[in-house]
């Protein structure tokens, strides 16, 4: 007797489904018990719901076409309804993946039987086991070649994925040489120590500067220019409005839609701003006539900012917008469970990605431009490659909702906030959370890394807090209370050097921090 079927044995007399033999006149007797009803009925329930998790699992990590076309042909093939009443295009490619996941368990399970078959039993006689070996080359169910399933990508996005390439290369070899010099070089070392601690100096005397009302609506969304010269908001009035960082005089108002602005970023080296809005669509402004000019025209209204295009496409509202860091592209992150890629130049749609089983919200880049991260409200963050389109890796660790996610300037870390009052830091070196921050007591709006030395994080939360983390030991260098109610949104600067941040709030108003030495 195998150890194996020793084992099993064992395991069968412990449940109370095998009786100990017995040994009296004629020898061993051997009694078996059956399962009652009730442990049946159990044991098929645990089976299903082990089978359904199996099935969602592996739904999250099929991919199937974004044409509906292609998608309609599929079901087709499969013999199942191409749309069910009240579906959308997103719940259709949904109900595909789920299909895909089960056939392919029910075809490892047809695979799983025939080789237990064609297994001999321990217990049979050597002729039954001759007799099954005999017929083993009779008809079996064959699994059909797995092919992946792609949509090709147009002439644009292939172009687009070699500009994107070369210049990633690039930025990577010139941070990695920065990296090297800084660990080779003793002077450069210590300089870096003596800013770093300075920095900390300054965040930890962060006071309320300046105080804005900025919209008659909530403001959702704040962020510095590259030379944190100005401050762009965003509101749920839907209007968008740019001021001057030290006077907090407003500049320009940026307004195309009339539902809530949800997101909002800075070109990297040009005065442009990206805003997305709830009703699905993005708009791209240029802001540099208006910020060169006063703040107000003569009839004592702020000046439009110009409107250079409107991307439409996503079938529901957006979460984040997103430059690209080299300043070509915009990404934005959408409830239609994508995320898509359009060109800045030309307004053209590149990129439309699928692969989130729930509505995308948070969206960043690596500073490279060589990997994008996008989280769910499933708790799930997946890295995409911008050169090739492959997902690289899903970060699976947040309870709730994935709200936030920047990239640090090292290009390896990744911090994410959300919903579960949590800010995981992700080392995509090991692909695994190098720390998790118990940072707030309610959900996380946004999350920000210091962009010159990655020493630092803020975070905003709806408990009314902004607070700045040291990148080292995690400590808190500063918790800053000053707003009435939900802090939304939070940036590094204006004067970046010296540890200023900027916030916006449920209070309407937009404030400055800066350090306040005694």
């Known amino acids: 007797m195998s150890a ?13 489904n095998m009786i100990a033999p017995s040994y009296g006149g004629g020898g061993p007797q051997q009694e078996y018990a059956e399962l009652s009803a009730t442990s049946k009925q159990e044991q098929l329930r645990h089976a299903a719901l082990l089978k359904r998790v199996d099935a969602e699992k592996r739904a999250r990590r099929i991919v199937v076409p974004t044409s509906d076309k292609d998608v309609r042909g599929m079901l087709r093939k499969l013999g199942h309804p191409v749309r069910l009443f009240g579906e959308t295009l997103a719940d259709v490619r949904e109900r595909l993946r789920e299909l895909l996941a089960r056939i392919e368990i029910e075809g490892e399970e047809r695979d799983l039987v025939a080789a237990l078959l064609a297994q001999p039993d321990p217990l049979a006689p050597a002729d039954a086991a001759r007799d099954r070996d005999a017929h083993k080359g009779g008809d079996r169910p064959q699994r059909e070649a797995k092919t992946d399933v792609f949509t090709p990508a147009s002439a644009h996005l292939i172009q687009a994925r070699r500009r994107v390439a070369d210049a990633s290369f690039r930025a990577a070899r ?3 040489q920065k990296a090297k010099a800084l660990r080779d070089d003793d002077d450069a070392r210590a300089a870096h120590e003596q800013s770093t601690a300075e920095c900390y100096a300054s965040l930890g005397a962060l006071r309320l500067s300046q105080s804005q009302f900025a919209d008659a609506r909530p403001v959702a969304r704040v962020r510095c220019s590259p030379a944190a010269k100005f401050v762009a908001t965003g509101a749920w009035s839907g209007a968008a409005k740019v001021w001057d960082a030290e006077t907090c005089e407003q500049k320009c108002v940026l307004k195309a839609s009339g539902d809530r602005a949800t ?4 070109h990297p080296r040009q005065l442009t701003v990206a805003v997305g809005a709830a009703d699905g669509h993005a708009t791209l402004w ?3 006539a208006a910020c060169a ?13 110009t409107l250079l295009h409107t991307f439409r496409g996503h079938r529901a509202r957006l979460g984040n917008v997103e430059f690209h860091p080299h300043g070509s592209h915009v990404a934005t992150a959408s409830f239609d469970h994508t995320w898509r890629l359009w060109d800045c130049a030309t307004g053209q749609e590149l990129l439309l990605q699928d692969g989130h089983a729930h509505e995308v919200y948070a969206i960043a880049f690596q500073p490279d431009g060589a ?8 708790g799930v963050v997946h890295l995409w490659d911008c050169r090739s389109g492959k997902a690289v890796h899903a970060c699976m660790g947040h309870g709730k909702k994935v709200l936030a996610a920047d990239f640090n300037v090292d290009g390896f ?6 919903d579960d009052h949590t800010v995981r830091i992700w080392d995509l070196r090991r692909k695994a959370a190098a720390y998790t921050l118990p940072a707030h007591s309610s959900l996380i709006g946004d999350v920000r890394w210091a962009p010159e030395t990655g020493e630092a994080l803020a975070t905003a939360s709806f408990d009314g807090s902004v607070k700045v983390w040291c990148a080292r030991d995690w400590s808190c260098l500063a918790e800053l209370t000053a707003h009435d109610g939900k802090a939304m949104s939070v940036d590094f600067g204006p004067k970046r050097d010296d540890g200023a941040l900027v916030s916006s709030g449920f209070d309407r108003t937009f404030k400055l921090w800066a350090p306040e030495w005694e």
């Not at 000019?293 to 900012?305: I, R, V």
């Open 4 to 16: 194996h079927y020793g084992t099993a044995i064992a395991a069968a007399m412990r449940a109370g």
């Open 174 to 176: 010139k941070r990695l």
């Open 263 to 266: 997101g909002l970023a800075w």
């Open 286 to 288: 240029d802001v540099a």
């Open 293 to 305: 000019g006063d703040a107000m025209e003569t009839d004592g209204k702020a000046p439009a900012g």
């Open 371 to 378: 990997l994008v991260a996008t989280g769910d409200f499933a």
């Open 413 to 418: 870390h990744l911090a994410t906030g959300g």
